[in-house]
């Protein structure tokens, strides 16, 4: 039973730490010094030394808040990315992504890191997943929950929104091809955008049903935290209302070995 409770936690997480890799590519210099980090990731022989140096070099280039914070949030992924199987890359997760929050970031990276450093609380200890898991849930839930607290304010739909669609054949029998053909590439873009912020958002709160699920539940935990963080009693009951009814009540964690 352990191990298969272990391997959930673990498909949950890779599952989530999957989404990170979604944004739209950057063009800018900045952009894509970041991309070729991203490319070094090469599990635990990631070269992290190396990217550690060269986001530090980028860091002294690129001065600009919104810049470091890109920087910031780049590394929390890298070290995410790479499943945090080294002692202390779950703290780094953490920490660079708490710095990446304390800049002004696009919403996209915001909730991505979130999302991060709430997964680096159950990944304390990669020798011992489970522990990791009993020990960090509360502090990840709590992590989960500010992100979508500040997910509210992003306007993002209840539903995935659906791509729209475009008549060809029509639009090149119009004069006006290129006036068409230019706004739908607007409408692309704004219906990507609008579905990774969907995206990070579900990611956030299928993370805090999925811990919320598992043995030993801890429904007053969760009705605690969200009480706390999210305040509107309404968000507080939708948020619940996800939450099996069997998974509501209150489990003593399992004594240490």
């Not at 060809?168 to 706004?183: G, I, M, N, Q």
């Amino acid at each position: 039973m352990r191990s298969r409770i272990a391997y959930g936690i673990a498909l949950a997480l890779s599952s989530t730490l999957a989404a990170g890799v979604c944004l739209a590519q950057d063009e800018s210099e900045l952009g894509k010094r970041l991309a070729a980090l991203d490319h070094l990731r090469r599990g635990v022989n990631t070269p992290f030394e190396a990217i550690e140096t060269e986001c530090q070099q980028l860091l002294e280039q690129f001065p600009g808040a919104e810049d470091q914070g890109r920087i910031y949030a780049q590394l929390a992924h890298i070290y995410a990315q790479t499943g945090m199987r080294r002692p202390g890359d779950a703290q780094r997760v953490i920490d660079y992504a708490q710095k990446a929050l304390q800049k002004p970031l696009d919403p996209l990276l915001r909730l991505r890191s979130y999302t991060y450093w709430g997964n680096a609380h159950v990944r304390s200890d990669p020798s011992d997943v489970m522990r990791s898991f009993f020990e960090g849930r509360a502090a990840a839930g709590a992590v989960y929950l500010k992100g979508l607290k500040e997910a509210q304010q992003y306007n993002i739909p209840e539903v995935a929104p659906e791509r729209p669609a475009f008549d060809l054949l029509e639009a090149l029998r119009s004069p006006d091809f290129e006036r068409l053909r230019d706004a739908h590439y607007r409408e692309v873009k704004r219906y990507q955008y609008e579905r990774d912020l969907h995206m990070y958002r579900s990611a956030l709160q299928g993370q805090l049903v999925f811990f919320y699920t598992r043995h030993p539940y801890a429904g007053s935990e969760l009705r605690r935290l969200a009480t706390e963080i999210l305040g509107d009693a309404a968000d507080v009951e939708k948020l619940m209302k996800l939450i099996p009814p069997h998974a509501l009540k209150d489990e003593a964690p399992p004594k240490p070995k």
